[in-house]
C-alpha cells in the first residue's frame, strides 16, 4: 500500500518562501496523478495544486496561481510543491494525495485514494 509522508513545512514570514516534499513509500509514484490540498483552521479542506501522471498537465487554485509550483521527481519517488510570497492566508495544514486516472494526461481534485498526515505551514510576521 501507498503511503505519502509529507515534510518542509514551517513558520515563515509573509513574502517568503517554503518548499513542501511529500514522499512516498510502498509503491511508486509513477502510476498516480498527485494533488496537494490545505485546510485552514475553521475551513474545509480545498485543492490548491495537482499534477499529471505524466507530469505534463498542471493545476492552481486561483489564489496561489504564479505564486506556487507543482513538480514531481519520480526518479525520488516525491513529488513536490514550491510555495513563493507567501501570504497570512496561506496558512494551513497541506497535505498530499493521489489516484490514478485512464488519462495519463489528467488531474483533478476528487476521489483521493491515499492521502498524507499533513504538514503545517504558518505564515505570520
Known amino acids: 500500500q501507498l503511503q505519502l509522508v509529507e515534510s518542509g513545512g514551517g513558520l515563515v514570514q509573509p513574502g517568503g518562501s517554503l518548499r513542501l516534499s511529500c514522499a512516498a513509500s510502498?509503491?511508486?509514484?509513477?502510476?498516480?496523478?498527485i494533488g496537494w490540498f490545505r485546510q485552514a483552521p475553521g475551513k474545509e479542506r480545498e485543492g490548491v495544486s495537482c499534477?499529471?501522471?505524466?507530469?505534463?498537465?498542471?493545476n492552481y487554485k486561483d489564489s496561489v496561481e504564479g505564486r506556487f509550483t507543482i513538480f514531481r521527481d519520480n526518479a525520488k519517488n516525491t513529488v513536490y510543491l514550491q510555495m513563493n510570497s507567501l501570504e497570512p492566508e496561506d496558512t494551513a495544514v497541506y497535505y498530499c494525495?493521489?489516484?490514478?486516472?485512464?488519462?495519463?494526461?489528467?488531474?483533478?481534485?476528487?476521489?483521493?485514494?491515499?492521502w498524507g498526515k499533513g504538514t503545517l505551514v504558518t505564515v505570520s510576521s
Open positions: 494525495a493521489v489516484r490514478r486516472y485512464d488519462n495519463n494526461n489528467w488531474c483533478d481534485y476528487g476521489g483521493m485514494i491515499y
Open positions: 510502498g509503491s511508486t509514484l509513477d502510476d498516480y496523478a
Open positions: 499534477i499529471s501522471k505524466n507530469g505534463l498537465r498542471t
